[in-house]
């Protein structure tokens, strides 16, 4: 390589980087922007096994939940729950870890399919929540007595 190609190739390379950046940027203000997205904490199980906490994006939609992971370019959400699905929700208060901070819920929501998700939220997504639930149209909800 001669010795003008080289900086030439690292300034692609950056370029290619910024651009990225500024990609992942607007796709996480083009969801948060939407209306009925909240942050939300999800537990997620790792590729080995274990399973963890991550925080992202859930959005509200009509007949379901979505949650989108944050900085990344993937336009579809991770994890989709449909109301559907959705057997039963337990909630329980989580006290603020720090002095003055504002407490949270955590919800465990059980599937169809035998699958529990559960995700940590604040008090004010967490009555939001609540309302979507209790929201839904007539016979969209497992075990809807209309």
């Given at each position: 390589m001669s010795?003008?190609?080289?900086?030439?190739?690292?300034?692609g390379i950056g370029m290619l980087l910024v651009v990225a950046a500024a990609l992942v940027l607007l796709r996480q203000l083009a969801i948060a922007r939407r209306r009925g997205a909240f942050e939300c904490t999800l537990e997620r199980?790792?590729?080995?096994?274990?399973?963890g906490w991550q925080t992202g994006l859930m959005r509200f939609g009509t007949d379901r939940l979505?949650?989108?992971r944050p900085f990344s370019l993937r336009?579809?959400?991770?994890v989709v729950i449909r109301r559907a699905d959705i057997l039963d929700v337990?909630?329980?208060?989580?006290p603020s870890r720090v002095e003055g901070g504002a407490d949270s819920y955590l919800l465990e929501f059980t599937l169809r399919?035998?699958?529990t998700v559960r995700a940590i939220?604040?008090?004010?997504?967490?009555?939001?929540?609540?309302?979507?639930?209790e929201a839904a149209p007539t016979g969209l909800v497992l075990g809807d007595a209309d």
């Open positions: 010795d003008l190609s080289i900086p030439i190739l690292v300034l199980r790792g590729l080995v096994g274990g399973a979505r949650w989108f336009l579809r959400p991770e337990s909630r329980r208060r989580l399919e035998g699958r939220v604040d008090i004010v997504s967490g009555a939001a929540l609540n309302s979507w639930l």
